[in-house]
């Protein structure tokens, strides 16, 4: 039976549909539910406003004053908190307690979850799942991006759907970003061409746009791309953008600042600008608003977007469109709510059923939504994401997590997927009532019902012959047992790895 319309929908707009959720959509109707969508207001619905305010996250630590081992279930209460506030915790001579220093990483993975999850604005979660990627930090490398990642979190919320130059403008000047590509120490003697190349290369132009290192190549006007005397000048352009860490002032709050003295004042040239260095903070300004406008900028942005929602090989006519509703909204406050609606409502995209494979974070997602698990956030969901390839927040080069399918179908990392799926349902893992695999009707009571069911709820229309029959002779397996397994469902662990081979399914896989 062909994907329909409404699922394509929620595999692509939202982390999978939850129970329900198809025939809702049909009833509200799909234009109705993308302008919801493309215009959250701001903040959590409240619901999941309420799962993140309870939830509890375990921290563990030595008490160095005591020698104690130390075992807490804390709120994430670190999530609000301002980069004044939260910049103490990176310092080891104020905290030497590492798992401190960690926890407001932590609390972020474990909020993506739960917004992930259970989350009514499904489409902005979604797209802060691409922004995370395109602007990708390591919060596992350095402790001052790990303690002011809930900051940069908030940054890919607040633009989400917003306007592309607010969004690079406040990625530029973020502590996590500034440290993340070294220009935190770049100055005017040592210009570093670090975050100058990746900003081109990776956030904006794009690496097809990149002209080489051969000075012949290099265009002045920079319309048709950029080459390395672009990249130096651009660094140059950016010395003097810091953090106050309390190395070049007396200010230590790990916020932005800009220190004149280290700024390069001599003329520069970059992108077909002219810099004459005496503009301060202000020619950084201008650099990322001819960045931001730039057509090369904008076909790069919409080419992503198109890979993301439609294809690993993306039409080439729906680019070119993308690109144009980028330009032409390139001003606007919903800009990117405006890339993305051309890009959902158009033909290629209704047609484009089977072309997308879940990344390891979109799987446990989808498998969480489609079970309706209730979870408290804990460390192995994203030590599973780790195990599948794909560690949150923490990908080891600049360039992101790959967008296509081919990264995410070798066979270690479909074992790892398939043991996830099960891992899931531990409670020791994740503290979750093995119960919950309910609501399981109690007339599902043999193993054709509880293969209706489940197949129903986790693959919907997807499901073929072929998988329902794998299914079906799985749940007479001696592993599972037949129908006598599912008379006492709620108890056994036979709903559990049954449940868990569902979500194993290839259909699953795809979005």
Same mark, same amino acid.
């Given at each position: 039976m062909p994907?329909?319309f409404?699922?394509?929908?929620?595999?692509?707009?939202a982390f999978g =549909?939850?129970?329900g959720?198809?025939a809702?959509l049909r009833?509200?109707g799909?234009?109705?539910?993308?302008?919801?969508?493309?215009? =959250?207001?701001?903040?959590?619905?409240?619901m999941?406003?309420?799962?993140?305010?309870?939830?509890r996250? =375990?921290?563990?630590?030595?008490?160095?004053a005591t020698?104690?081992?130390? *075992?807490?279930?804390?709120?994430?209460s670190?999530l609000?908190?301002?980069?004044?506030?939260?910049w103490?915790?990176?310092?080891?001579?104020?905290?030497? @307690?590492l798992?401190?220093?960690?926890?407001?990483?932590?609390?972020?993975?474990?909020?993506t979850?739960?917004?992930?999850?259970?989350?009514?604005y499904?489409?902005?979660?979604?797209?802060?799942h691409?922004?995370?990627n395109?602007?990708?930090?390591?919060a596992?490398g350095?402790?001052?991006?790990?303690?002011?990642?809930?900051?940069?979190d908030?940054?890919?919320?607040?633009?989400?759907?917003?306007?592309?130059?607010?969004?690079?403008?406040? *990625?530029?000047?973020s502590?996590?970003?500034?440290?993340?590509?070294?220009?935190a120490?770049?100055?005017a003697?040592?210009?570093?061409?670090n975050?100058a190349?990746?900003?081109?290369?990776?956030?904006t132009?794009?690496?097809?746009a990149?002209?080489?290192?051969?000075?012949a190549?290099?265009?002045p006007?920079?319309?048709?791309?950029?080459?390395?005397?672009?990249v130096l000048?651009v660094?140059?352009?950016?010395?003097?953008?810091?953090?106050a860490d309390?190395?070049?002032t007396s200010?230590n709050?790990?916020?932005?600042?800009?220190?004149?003295?280290?700024?390069?004042?001599?003329?520069k040239r970059a992108?077909g600008?002219?810099?004459?260095?005496?503009?301060?903070?202000q020619e950084?300004?201008?650099l990322?608003?001819?960045?931001? &406008?730039?057509?090369?900028t904008?076909?790069? @942005?919409a080419? +992503?977007?198109?890979?993301?929602?439609?294809?690993?090989n993306?039409?080439a006519a729906?680019?070119?469109?993308?690109?144009q509703?980028?330009l032409?909204?390139?001003?606007?406050?919903?800009?990117m709510?405006a890339?993305?609606?051309?890009?959902?409502?158009?033909?290629?995209?209704?047609?484009s059923a089977g072309?997308?494979?879940?990344?390891?974070?979109?799987?446990?997602?989808?498998?969480l939504?489609?079970?309706?698990?209730r979870?408290?956030?804990?460390?192995?969901?994203?030590e599973?994401?780790k195990a599948?390839?794909?560690?949150?927040?923490?990908?080891g080069?600049?360039?992101?997590?790959?967008?296509?399918?081919?990264a995410?179908?070798?066979?270690?990392s479909?074992?790892?997927?398939?043991?996830?799926a099960?891992? *899931?349902?531990?409670?020791?893992?994740?503290? @979750?009532n093995?119960d919950q *695999?309910?609501p399981? =009707?109690?007339s599902?009571?043999?193993?054709q019902a509880?293969l209706?069911?489940?197949?129903?709820?986790l693959?919907?229309? +997807?499901?073929t012959a072929e998988t329902?029959?794998a299914l079906?002779?799985?749940?007479?397996?001696?592993? @599972?047992?037949?129908?006598?397994?599912f008379?006492?469902?709620r108890?056994t662990l036979s709903?559990? &790895?049954?449940?868990s081979?569902?979500?194993s399914?290839?259909?699953f896989q795809?979005?």
């Amino acid at each position: 039976m062909p994907e329909s319309f409404e699922t394509l929908v929620l595999n692509r707009l939202a982390f999978g =549909p939850r129970p329900g959720d198809v025939a809702a959509l049909r009833q509200q109707g799909f234009q109705a539910w993308l302008q919801q969508q493309l215009a =959250p207001p701001a903040g959590d619905d409240p619901m999941t406003a309420s799962m993140v305010a309870t939830a509890r996250l =375990p921290i563990l630590y030595t008490d160095p004053a005591t020698g104690d081992f130390v *075992v807490q279930q804390l709120p994430l209460s670190h999530l609000t908190r301002s980069t004044q506030q939260l910049w103490p915790l990176q310092d080891f001579n104020q905290n030497p @307690i590492l798992a401190r220093t960690e926890r407001p990483r932590e609390e972020v993975r474990s909020a993506t979850f739960i917004r992930a999850a259970y989350g009514t604005y499904q489409l902005r979660e979604v797209m802060v799942h691409f922004w995370h990627n395109h602007f990708t930090v390591n919060a596992e490398g350095d402790n001052r991006i790990a303690v002011t990642l809930p900051v940069y979190d908030r940054i890919m919320r607040a633009n989400a759907l917003g306007n592309f130059r607010a969004l690079l403008g406040q *990625v530029a000047k973020s502590t996590a970003m500034l440290y993340y590509l070294n220009n935190a120490s770049s100055d005017a003697s040592h210009p570093d061409e670090n975050y100058a190349r990746e900003l081109m290369e990776l956030h904006t132009l794009g690496i097809d746009a990149y002209l080489g290192r051969d000075p012949a190549n290099h265009d002045p006007s920079g319309n048709t791309g950029y080459s390395d005397v672009d990249v130096l000048e651009v660094a140059r352009v950016l010395t003097g953008w810091t953090i106050a860490d309390g190395r070049y002032t007396s200010l230590n709050n790990g916020t932005f600042i800009f220190t004149p003295a280290r700024h390069d004042t001599r003329p520069k040239r970059a992108l077909g600008l002219i810099f004459p260095g005496n503009e301060g903070v202000q020619e950084g300004e201008r650099l990322l608003d001819r960045l931001a &406008r730039h057509p090369l900028t904008a076909r790069f @942005i919409a080419k +992503k977007l198109v890979r993301y929602f439609v294809s690993d090989n993306p039409p080439a006519a729906l680019v070119d469109r993308a690109a144009q509703a980028f330009l032409s909204n390139v001003s606007a406050p919903n800009q990117m709510a405006a890339v993305v609606h051309t890009i959902v409502t158009s033909a290629e995209f209704a047609a484009s059923a089977g072309q997308k494979t879940k990344d390891p974070f979109q799987f446990m997602a989808s498998f969480l939504r489609g079970t309706g698990l209730r979870f408290n956030p804990h460390g192995r969901l994203w030590e599973n994401l780790k195990a599948m390839g794909r560690p949150q927040f923490a990908w080891g080069t600049p360039a992101g997590a790959p967008d296509v399918g081919a990264a995410w179908t070798n066979t270690n990392s479909l074992l790892m997927r398939w043991n996830a799926a099960f891992m *899931v349902l531990e409670p020791f893992n994740y503290g @979750i009532n093995r119960d919950q *695999v309910a609501p399981t =009707p109690a007339s599902v009571n043999s193993a054709q019902a509880a293969l209706d069911y489940w197949v129903e709820r986790l693959l919907g229309d +997807k499901a073929t012959a072929e998988t329902r029959n794998a299914l079906l002779a799985y749940a007479n397996s001696a592993e @599972i047992g037949g129908s006598a397994a599912f008379v006492d469902h709620r108890r056994t662990l036979s709903l559990w &790895r049954f449940v868990s081979a569902v979500g194993s399914a290839p259909e699953f896989q795809l979005r």
